[in-house]
T-cell receptor
Framework: GQQVMQIPQYQHVQEGEDFTTYCNSS?????IQWYKQRPGGHPVFLIQ?????EVKKQKRLTFQFGEAKKNSSLHITATQTTDVGTYFCAGPAGGTSYGKLTFGQGTILTVHP | DAGITQSPRHKVTETGTPVTLRCHQTENHRYMYWYRQDPGHGLRLIHYSYGVKDTDKGEVSDGYSVSRSKTEDFLLTLESATSSQTSVYFC???????????FGPGTRLTVL
């Protein structure tokens, strides 16, 4: 079945350093989404990318969708302690849709002040 | 945040007992999902619903059943809880036409 892999699983950075997490799908995706989960919280939708090669920015966060629509990345410039949490990518699950998503395992980001 | 609530928020139960978790939405969204989250496994889909009384299995459905008798409510039942079902359970909703999902606050379940 479809697999969505994320690396790294953990990332520790000093405040002010940059951070990148990568997402790879075993199949071509019609879109990819990114979610953030703060410690003790629930996943919150960040963004959806649809077009091949698409790049979107949200303040210090830059999201990219690969040309082949099988990979994506999230880059955070100059991390802050508020960036702490787990970042998930997710793509539409194969087979019958019904809005189902397959989530990557997530990257846990720790920011040291 | 979307109008999604989960109850209870925390529950401790014993092996072999039945447990029902409730998800309630006020968004009138068609699709509803139950996930479990465990360290190292991310979010795994248990069951989902694509309409009232329309449900189907996800990737980790063994030991779980669901029901949806109203648009706003989606129930997850553990018929006979086991320690391997200790987890955090999230409900999510999605509207027709898109995949964006909105999550509830979660239920932390401990099975002793």
């Amino acid at each position: 079945g479809q697999q969505v892999m994320q690396i790294p699983q953990y990332q520790h950075v000093q405040e002010g350093e940059d951070f990148t997490t990568y997402c790879n799908s075993s199949t071509t995706l019609s879109n990819i989404q990114w979610y953030k989960q703060r410690p003790g919280g629930h996943p919150v939708f960040l963004i959806q990318l649809v077009k091949s090669g698409e790049v979107k920015k949200q303040k210090r966060l830059t999201f990219q969708f690969g040309e082949a629509k099988k990979n994506s990345s999230l880059h955070i410039t100059a991390t802050q302690t508020t960036d702490v949490g787990t970042y998930f990518c997710a793509g539409p699950a194969g087979g019958t849709s019904y809005g189902k998503l397959t989530f990557g395992q997530g990257t846990i980001l720790t920011v040291h002040p | 945040d979307a109008g999604i609530t989960q109850s209870p928020r925390h529950k401790v139960t014993e092996t072999g007992t039945p447990v029902t978790l409730r998800c309630h939405q006020t968004e009138n969204h068609r699709y509803m999902y139950w996930y479990r989250q465990d360290p190292g496994h991310g979010l795994r889909l248990i069951h989902y619903s694509y309409g009232v009384k329309d449900t189907d299995k996800g990737e980790v459905s063994d030991g779980y059943s669901v029901s949806r008798s109203k648009t706003e409510d989606f129930l997850l039942t553990l018929e006979s809880a086991t320690s391997s079902q200790t987890s955090v359970y999230f409900c999510a909703i999605s509207g027709a036409g898109g995949y964006t999902q909105y999550f509830g606050p979660g239920t932390r379940l401990t099975v002793l």
